[in-house]
């Protein structure tokens, strides 16, 4: 398993006959993916326990929680996979929880769980969307242990027993509305509800906010309609807060609490630009919304949501994961495996050449990749190199320009790749030096 992760991080895109490189270790790759007794679960249990001790180390995190598809091209039917968007494509959905550091630099901190569905296009007996994200906040809670999570999710959260289970056991989370809810009032017989609550308070503050662009590319239709895709721009907002019980539904009978309360952040655009559509949010939160920056910290945890589709582009992009051709479900989540592992460690490089640092780049490269790095730099590197400068350096080896604005997945996983490379050689070449010493 070693030797099958060790080729993957030397070329995390390649086909596995061109990762392997020989014939023996590849077909012991393709047994140990379609070995019944391997599971992905196994796979990447090493990985979540380090996460887990990250996040206790940071003493706070925020757990990203998001549902990706998978499809796979060919016309051959691949055993275990069902429907993603439509009825002819073949793949499976994967319910991923990402840890993202809460001290504002939102560094990737590695997965804390995954549960993947390879479900039809029509839903089967017992299927439950609500049960997805409460298996995700659960397993997440356990690894970590209490009180050291905020939850962060999008609409599709916005689930009367979810948000009331979170209630109860005192998980933290900020969740974004996706209806107008009846909620409970003092006065019997008045029917309030989530929008006009929410609309009627006056802006306390403004806020001035990058807003990411947006593409509608590989959603199903019900996602493209949700989320049209959008231009980044910079984006003025307004924002207030208002505490609140959300009614429970008749449908869920008694079993359920007959209110939760929850505290909701707005968050509007008062001035769009013509023609863009105009931001809006309603997040349900357990955080405190008493003071601007109790408010400005809800946003924020929100807008820390954005990092996990990252990661997702990390899987599909800079790990190829998608045009991987192996023939059944099991195989592919084994696979899928090694690749969240390795989107991790390309999220955290892509994260950290961004940042405006002076970190020394020592805290994150080897003695033997920063030597390498220098000789594979024909105009030289400064002697105390940062971490930006060093994998900037990474990125320009795989072609990145630097005209072109920040790297992208390939041109960093490739950079990376070389590096690599270069640093087996070197290590082989000393081992060889030490030996005629």
């Not at 609490?257 to 949010?281: C, D, I, L, T, Y």
Request: proline share 5%; charged share 25%; aromatic share 6%.
């Amino acid at each position: 398993m070693k030797s099958v992760a060790a080729r993957l991080a030397f070329r995390p895109e390649a086909s596995l006959p061109v990762a392997m490189g020989e014939d023996a270790l590849l077909e012991g790759t393709y047994r140990l993916l379609s070995n019944e007794l391997v599971t992905l679960e196994q796979l990447v249990r090493p990985h979540v326990q380090r996460t887990a001790e990250r996040v206790r180390s940071a003493g706070r995190a925020y757990a990203i929680h998001d549902t990706t598809g998978f499809t796979f091209g060919g016309e051959m039917r691949r055993a275990g996979l069902g429907s993603v968007n439509n009825a002819t494509d073949q793949g499976f959905r994967a319910q991923v929880t990402l840890a993202v550091s809460a001290d504002g630099r939102r560094e990737p901190l590695g997965l804390l769980a995954i549960g993947t569905r390879a479900r039809p296009l029509k839903k089967a007996p017992g299927y439950s969307e609500a049960e997805r994200w409460r298996q995700g906040l659960s397993v997440a809670e356990s690894q970590v242990g209490p009180g050291q999570l905020i939850h962060v999710a999008d609409r599709e959260s916005d689930v009367y027993t979810l948000i009331a289970e979170a209630h109860q056991k005192g998980w933290k989370f900020i969740f974004r509305a996706a209806y107008d809810r009846a909620l409970l009032t003092e006065m019997e017989g008045d029917v309030a509800h989530l929008h006009a609550a929410s609309r009627s308070k006056s802006p306390e503050f403004r806020l001035t906010v990058p807003l990411s662009p947006r593409s509608t590319k590989g959603r199903p239709g019900k996602q493209r309609e949700a989320f049209p895709p959008r231009a980044g721009r910079t984006a003025e907002l307004c924002l207030s807060a208002v505490s609140v019980t959300l009614k429970r539904s008749r449908a869920l009978g008694g079993v359920w609490p007959a209110g939760v309360p929850v505290n909701v952040v707005r968050v509007w655009e008062p001035n769009p630009p013509k023609g863009a559509e105009a931001v809006e949010w309603l997040l349900l939160t357990s955080e405190p919304v008493e003071t601007a920056d109790d408010i400005k910290a809800v946003v924020e945890g929100y807008r820390t949501r954005w990092v996990i589709e990252e990661y997702f582009c990390a899987v599909k992009t800079g790990c190829g994961f998608e045009r991987r051709q192996l023939e059944s479900a099991h195989a592919l989540f084994n696979m899928l495996a090694f690749c969240l592992v390795l989107a991790y460690v390309l999220l955290l490089m892509r994260t950290l050449a961004r940042e405006d640092t002076r970190r020394p780049a020592a805290d994150v490269l080897s003695t033997e990749q920063l030597a390498c790095l220098r000789l594979l730099s024909p105009k030289g590197l400064a002697k105390a190199l940062t971490v930006r400068e060093a994998l900037l350096r990474i990125a320009a080896i795989g072609g990145h320009i630097k005209n072109n604005g920040e790297p992208g997945w390939r041109t960093m996983s490739r950079g990376w790749t070389e590096l690599l490379r270069a640093e087996s050689l070197y290590l082989l070449i000393q081992a060889g030096t030490s030996d005629q010493s």
